[in-house]
Nanobody, 126 residues
Framework: QVQLVESGGGLVQAGGSLRLSCAAS????????MGWFRQAPGKEREFVTA????????YYADSVKCRFTMSRDNGKNTVYLQMNSLKPDDTAVYYC???????????????????WGQGTQVTVSS
């Protein structure tokens, strides 16, 4: 079993930056594909970004490309989401997710992820 704990959310003005962290338990973290998703009030959960086991491959939703950067530190069992040039539309609860099978199949789809964190709120004011 893997536990994921997100942190780093908060309130920021449009144009500002935040860095989210997701700390994972378990000795097999370094083999997992990891993802970030978000859910705004009244909307479905949507994919934000994913990273492969080594950190050498990433994939971003068009809405965050060139503004957000996902990275990982396998020595610390942690993934990060650096969010720059934030917009009010980025307001959501952000969730970290882990995919046991270390492949790159359907990484933009929530259904392929096995473990989820509790989420952290990000609010961007205009």
């Amino acid at each position: 079993q893997v536990q994921l704990v997100e942190s780093g959310g908060g309130l920021v003005q449009a144009g500002g930056s935040l860095r989210l962290s997701c700390a994972a338990s378990g000795r097999t973290f370094s083999s997992y594909t990891m993802g970030w998703f978000r859910q705004a009030p009244g909307k479905e959960r949507e994919f934000v970004t994913a990273i492969n086991w080594s950190g050498g491959r990433t994939y971003y939703a068009d809405s965050v490309k060139c503004r957000f950067t996902m990275s990982r530190d396998n020595g610390k069992n942690t993934v990060y989401l650096q969010m720059n040039s934030l917009k009010p539309d980025d307001t959501a609860v952000y969730y970290c997710a882990a995919k046991r099978v270390p492949d790159w199949v359907k990484v933009g789809t929530a259904d392929v992820y096995d473990y989820w964190g509790q989420g952290t709120q990000v609010t961007v004011s205009s």
